[in-house]
């Protein structure tokens, strides 16, 4: 049985990792007042100026961000994540950076610490720098520290070769985490020594076509850590769970599917002091509980 880390009265403590999963709707109260950390997330808002395709309504993106900003007032996270793809692709890098101009002056608007990951669609013309210097952020996987939890945010955004995503230079079925980046994520995770939560954009849990092609390495490594709580992903624009080697692995839904703010997807997680995590979901999103 993997030993996990959980804290009491401020302290870390090592107990056992038996989980048990309760998936609850309309879970009230995302601000706990138990809680030692607390974050909102967004993923997949797919922002771009151009008609709907399908189910995808890119330019309504805006008025949900605004909705989501109104909801992210009232629970008060410490900070924000966004999972991934918060532009959608465009045909040439001028076009791909006035969607970033436009929803990142939309995103300015929500007074938090942010965080992004990296999406296949941000950097599909864009370059990684590119991409970054327009969210004004250094790294495209780093970790932090809050409230006496270790976050981790990764990038997928590499072929199988090693190089990394962009000017169209890639399959989207075929997202990586290289060899460097996992082997600082291994040292990472030693030097942390605290309950740790992983932000991914391509799923982890899944070896379909939405999937890290190297998963099982990745896992593996988090596994070992025996620190690891729960890993948040996008990328399939769904609700899912599932719990592999005793982590939690939660798929959210994008916010770029449906039509009117009702179609909205986000929400706001607590972690409390016994390792518990509390995830209430607005509107699409759905909401669970694992103590």
């Not at 998936?23 to 709907?52: Q, W």
């Not at 938090?112 to 996987?141: I, P």
């Not at 981790?152 to 962009?166: K, T, W």
């Amino acid at each position: 049985m993997l030993r996990r880390l959980f804290l009491k009265d401020g302290s870390l403590l090592l107990v056992g990792s038996a989980v048990a999963l309760q998936n609850l709707t309309g879970i009230a109260g995302a601000a706990d007042a138990e809680a030692i950390v607390r974050f909102s997330m967004i993923t997949d808002l797919h922002y771009a100026d151009k008609p709907p395709a399908g189910s995808r309504h890119y330019r309504e993106t805006i008025a949900k961000l605004e909705q989501a900003t109104a909801q992210f007032e009232k629970d008060k996270p410490d900070f924000l994540v966004c999972l991934g793809d918060l532009i959608d692709a465009a045909a040439d890098v001028k076009t791909e950076l006035g969607y970033l101009t436009r929803i990142t002056k939309e995103m300015a608007n929500i007074k938090l610490a942010k965080h992004y990951v990296l999406g296949n669609h941000c950097v599909d013309t864009l370059t990684k720098k590119e991409f970054l210097d327009g969210v004004e952020q250094e790294k495209s996987y780093y970790s932090f520290d809050k409230g006496n939890v270790h976050f981790v945010v990764l990038d997928a955004c590499f072929r199988s070769d090693g190089v990394p995503y962009q000017r169209k230079n890639f399959v989207w079925t075929d997202p990586n985490v290289p060899a460097a980046e996992l082997q600082w994520l291994k040292q990472d995770l030693a030097n942390a020594d605290k309950p740790t939560i992983v932000f991914a954009h391509q799923r982890l849990d899944n070896a379909g076509s939405h999937g890290i092609k190297n998963a099982v390495e990745v896992r593996k490594v988090l596994e070992e850590s025996g620190q690891v709580l729960a890993v948040f992903q996008g990328h399939s624009h769904q609700n899912e769970h599932k719990v592999i080697g005793e982590i939690h692995y939660c798929t959210l839904v994008a916010m770029v599917e449906g039509s009117l703010e009702a179609s909205n997807g986000c929400s706001t997680a607590s972690v409390l002091a016994d390792g518990t995590i509390r995830l209430t979901g607005f509107r699409k999103q759905a909401s669970y509980a694992w103590e």
